[in-house]
């Protein structure tokens, strides 16, 4: 009997348009003789759209210029619709959820929270692993705990900047500093900062939107991204890590527009390094991925300043879109994204038996 599976694609947050790409990617890939397969796009006030049937009408999206409100009112107009002015979760009518979100309530353990307290299984980690990613802060505090090598990084406030006793000149960091949103995703809002001048104008710029910050020691070297996916092994879902990928940016570094833009970066899969780099790469990833807790899959990224590769985050759901890594590097071992997301599947499933 097939199953019944409901995609959530779209979302609050800034990577909406990145999030409707791996839905419909998602719902390209999925096997037809497995599943009965409904697309549920939240729109950016965060209503869910949930269509009356299976198998709706997919409106194209230009990858190169995505156009969110076209796309819904299309959605809309060519599918039978039961809700889109609230969440109506309890009319979605599925034995489980495939979550195509990034960044913000779908990546931070909120929608998480929701699924699980009506006992819908979903795709992906729990409540505790995906808001501990999300949080920079204090997943960068747990990496270096575990003997991981992480630059050095300090978390900043809103109410600490605006407070009377801030001054940019005691914040004790070499610069240049990166300084990004704590709780972001996508590299959204991150900035390379030079001076305290610099450091300063880029925090006021960030504290308009956000209520952490965190800064960290830029460390120059080669980027690379290993994706850890699991298997099942004797009754038991076992992590292991995929080949890493080379990422070479055509920006400084691989922002958000290196990571989603068709030609923004050069990927090299698998990574040319050495086996021992490629170990240690590989070895962190597996590291991230089971002190976060994360579950089904995730993806690592990291700077390698000579021989030492240091972690920069985890993403509990990192992007399937036909430029995404993940993707590469399941390619490169030999499985197929039908095979991956069958696993994917199996895995929420079992973890809510």
């Known amino acids: 009997m097939k199953k019944k599976v ?5 979302g609050m947050s800034t990577e909406h348009e990145i999030s409707l790409l791996t839905g419909a990617f998602i719902f390209k890939t999925l096997l ?3 599943y009965d397969i409904k697309i549920i796009p939240i729109d950016k006030k965060g209503n869910w759209v949930i269509p009356e049937s299976f198998e709706n009408y997919l409106p194209p999206i230009d990858s190169k210029e995505i156009n969110s409100e076209k796309f819904f009112s299309e959605f809309k107009k060519k599918n ?3 809700s889109s002015n609230s969440i109506s979760i309890e009319k979605i009518n599925c034995d489980l959820v495939i979550l195509g979100l990034h960044g913000g309530e779908g990546e931070d353990g909120t929608i998480q929270g929701l699924l699980k307290s ?3 299984p979903f795709t992906g980690s729990d409540i505790l692993a995906s808001s501990l ?3 920079k802060y204090r997943a960068n505090i747990l990496f270096k705990n575990s003997k991981l090598n992480v630059a050095n990084f300090l978390e900043i406030t809103k109410g600490e900047f605006e407070s009377i006793d801030f001054h940019v000149e005691k914040i004790n960091l070499q610069f240049p ?4 949103p704590t709780l972001g995703g996508s590299s959204v809002g991150i900035g390379k900062v030079f001076t305290q001048d610099e450091l300063y104008s880029k925090l006021k710029e960030l504290f308009q939107k956000e209520e952490k910050i965190l800064l960290q020691e830029f460390v120059s070297g080669r980027e690379f991204s290993c994706g850890v996916i699991e298997k099942k092994i004797n009754n038991q879902f076992i992590p292991f890590a995929l080949p890493a990928t080379e990422i070479i940016p055509s920006n400084e570094f691989f922002d958000y527009e290196a990571k989603y833009k068709i030609g923004g970066s050069k990927e090299i899969t698998p990574a040319e390094i050495s086996e021992d780099l490629m170990n240690k790469i590989q070895l962190g990833s597996l590291q ?12 690592t990224d990291f700077i390698l300043c000579g021989d030492t590769p240091y972690i920069l985050e985890t993403n509990t759901l990192p992007g399937m879109t036909e430029t995404s890594i993940l993707p590469q590097q399941i390619k490169c071992v030999g499985l197929t994204m039908e095979v991956f997301l069958d696993n994917l599947i199996e895995r929420a499933l079992w973890s809510n038996t």
């Open 288 to 299: 991230a991925h089971t002190l976060l807790g994360c579950v089904g899959y995730s993806r």
């Open 118 to 120: 009506y006992r819908i």
């Open 32 to 34: 037809r003789d497995k």
């Open 6 to 10: 409901a995609i959530l694609m779209g």
């Open 80 to 82: 039978s619709i039961v």
């Open 133 to 135: 990613a999300m949080d």
């Open 177 to 180: 500093i990166f300084v990004k």
